[in-house]
């Protein structure tokens, strides 16, 4: 089949259209003809060299499709041949044909196309494990969404916004608009802004119950500021760093503050399948009802995969930047 492949690691220059082994799959698998796939940070760490797959898992850059199942696996009782569906996988989406277990594909929803559908899986799943599983978010609740303007950003965005979440974002001035038309409060400016004072000033002191974060080190001291009493926060990057010179650790028994950190590609199946069901009866049908929608950037043919890779590593993106497999 063909496939994306990486010439060593190192920048876009490094990623070109080639041929690769058409997965085989198990009793449990769905074999997938990819119509589109999306990128992630994930991708660019992995062409670089910094995020490997997990050990069994393909070498192929990709962590979501959508398609049509090709192939069904002998114990497979969800999916027949013909079905559109959407996936979250640990790797291998860059390609003509993805295999995925079963339960960790999703129908993708009627009134989206595939290549919308394909900006849903990471995103979307990402943003409701924050939000809902780990930080257990209540209705109403002032939640603070860093990079507003990312893939999850905007999922975080709308989910949040379905709870009646009161939100805060922090992105450049230039995605503040998108993050108001997806459901955002209060935008903060990063680059001219402190965040913890502007939010210090909004909530008149109380901060926020809530904190999705990807930037690590260079934020870890507004966000203790910037939380409330039984202030929760999931830490999904740390892309200002992940040391920290010194930190007071008061406001984490003062305000009895939770601090997590998590990831998702290297889940177990088990845990990816319950979180896909969650999701699945919790938000998968406000898609066809209006009220959630993948946001996206730009939409490229698989051929152009250097500049795709390139237009993220700029920061450019606002939503996801989708690849055509075509």
């Not at 202030?231 to 760093?241: E, H, I, N, S």
């Not at 009866?281 to 730009?298: A, C, H, M, R, S």
């Amino acid at each position: 089949m063909k496939a994306i492949i990486s010439n060593g690691f190192g920048g876009p220059e490094v990623l070109s259209l080639g041929e690769a082994a058409k997965p085989e799959i198990n009793e449990n698998e769905i074999l997938i003809k990819v119509a589109a796939t999306a990128l992630n940070r994930a991708d660019t760490l992995q062409r670089e060299g910094k995020y490997p797959p997990p050990k069994g898992e393909s070498e192929i850059i990709g962590l979501e499709a959508a398609g049509v199942v090709e192939q069904t696996g002998k114990a497979v009782t969800r999916w027949k041949k013909g079905d559109k569906v959407c996936c979250l996988l640990a790797g291998g989406a860059y390609a003509e044909y993805v295999k995925v277990h079963q339960h960790l594909a999703m129908p993708t929803p009627q009134k989206l196309s595939l290549e919308e559908s394909a900006a849903i899986p990471e995103v979307f799943l990402t943003a409701y494990q924050a939000l809902i599983s780990l930080c257990e978010m209540q209705v109403g609740e002032k939640v603070l969404i860093h990079a507003g303007g990312s893939g999850v950003g905007t999922a975080a965005i709308q989910l949040a916004k379905l709870r009646n979440a009161e939100i805060f974002v922090t992105a450049s001035k230039a995605k503040h608009q998108t993050c108001f038309e997806l459901g955002a409060n209060h935008a903060i400016d990063y680059k001219s802004q402190d965040f913890a004072e502007e939010i210090k000033e909004f909530t008149k002191g109380k901060g926020v119950d809530v904190v999705i974060d990807f930037m690590g080190a260079s934020y870890f001291k507004n966000n203790l500021d910037v939380m409330g009493m039984d202030g929760r926060m999931v830490m999904l990057a740390w892309m200002g760093g992940f040391k920290l010179d010194s930190l007071n650790l008061v406001p984490v028994l003062s305000k009895r503050l939770k601090i997590m950190g998590s990831t998702l590609r290297a889940r177990s199946v088990d845990y990816k399948k319950t979180l896909i069901e969650g999701f699945t009866n919790d938000f998968l049908p406000y898609f066809d009802k209006g009220e959630l929608k993948p946001v996206i950037d730009t939409v490229m043919s698989w051929s152009a995969i250097q500049e795709a890779h390139a237009r993220m590593d700029a920061n450019l993106n606002t939503g996801k930047i989708i690849l055509k497999v075509d």
